[in-house]
């Protein structure tokens, strides 16, 4: 069976790192919902990781929710860099004490 070309591919499954230190994502987090759509932004002048990748929610007014964990990065900001378009979907949510983990599928975008 042939893979339906229309389709984004998956690229990358992670959790996404720093939720802890958005401020004002506790309060959001009950609009957050499993499958929404999400966005990857380069942040290439980071001053502690070379391939730092910001993750924020999608639409008009986006929510910065945390970063692709260092280690796991490197791939995506290459393309990024490259100018390849990617998305990303919310695949995962639960409260673990005061932490709000939060899983994603980072996506190669096809046209």
């Known amino acids: ?3 339906d070309s229309a389709l ?3 690229i990358l499954e992670c959790l996404i790192a720093g939720t ?3 401020e004002g994502l506790k309060a959001y987090e009950p609009n957050l919902q499993l499958g929404q759509e999400l ?3 380069r942040e290439a002048d980071s001053a502690y990781d070379d391939w730092a990748v910001r993750v924020y929610t999608a ?3 986006p929510m910065w929710l945390g970063y692709l964990p260092e280690g796991r990065n490197e791939t995506v900001a290459r393309l990024l860099d490259a100018g390849f378009e990617l998305g990303g979907r919310l695949t995962h949510k639960a409260w ?3 932490w709000l983990y939060l899983e994603m599928e980072v996506l190669l975008l096809k046209k």
């Open 1 to 3: 069976m042939a893979a």
């Open 8 to 10: 984004p591919l998956v």
């Open 20 to 22: 802890s230190h958005r």
């Open 39 to 41: 966005t990857v932004t």
């Open 59 to 61: 639409g008009p007014e």
């Open 96 to 98: 673990e004490d005061d």
